[in-house]
């Protein structure tokens, strides 16, 4: 079972920052917090992942509570692309297999 | 670089027959994994092969197996297909098995149907 809950559906209008939270309160401390994204008909792709600290790259920033218990995925200016279903995981350091277990993920609707 | 490539896109199959979808995954990348996406749902995991050799798998029946060659392509076969396999299945390749190291860079999928 996914190790996460986000809320079903957001809605953002375009220009504006789009927050997503998700809470993940069992996490152990040697797993990562991963946000993938999918557009419909494609493959998910991948945004961001941190540990604890807060990071950042060209498509997102991630920011983890200090217990690590939720996370924060935030779009600075979201388009009309960036209308799609995004999953927040969480998943360990395995030696033999780090799966990505998927929930159901919130559906962010970016409107004109 | 190229991504990671599925084939077919689609494809109709009829109750109790097999089928095997393909993979080729984004160049550099040994380890590949298999998903299934039903309508609606999060992709689940199946399984995940690393450099030929199954290292991982998901609570699904024997009759899904898999494949990875020398080239770390893949293929992914099921066998006396039910109605219920009916879903999108999707391939992800990574540089490593650890994949906190490595984000997945998945395919587009292959959307299968079975009448």
């Known amino acids: 079972d996914a190790k996460t809950t986000q809320p079903p559906s957001m809605d953002c209008a375009e220009g504006r920052a789009a927050n997503l939270p998700c809470n993940h309160s069992t996490i152990s401390g040697n797993e990562y917090v991963y946000w993938y994204r999918q557009i419909h008909s494609q493959g998910p792709q991948y945004i961001i992942h941190g540990l604890k600290n807060n990071e950042t790259n060209e498509m997102a920033s991630l920011i983890i509570t200090e217990d690590r218990k939720s996370s924060t995925l935030i779009l600075p200016h979201a388009t009309l692309r960036d209308t799609a279903v995004y999953y927040c995981?969480?998943?360990?350091?395995?030696?033999?297999?780090?799966?990505?277990?998927f929930g159901t993920g919130t559906r962010l609707q970016v409107f004109p | 670089e190229t991504g990671v490539t599925q084939s077919p896109t689609h494809l109709i199959k009829t109750r109790g027959q097999q089928v095997t979808l393909r993979c080729s995954s984004q160049s550099g990348h040994n380890t590949v994994s298999w998903y299934q996406q039903a309508l609606g749902q999060g992709p689940q995991f199946i399984f995940q092969y690393y450099r030929e050799e199954e290292n991982g798998r998901g609570n699904f029946p024997p009759r899904f197996s898999g494949l990875q060659f020398p080239n770390y392509s893949s293929e992914l076969n099921v066998n006396a297909l039910e109605l219920d396999d009916s879903a999108l299945y999707l391939c992800a390749s990574s540089l490593s098995r650890q994949v906190s190291n490595y984000g997945y860079t998945f395919g587009s999928g292959t959307r299968l149907t079975v009448v």
């Open positions: 995981i969480v998943s360990g350091l395995s030696y033999n297999t780090d799966k990505l277990i």
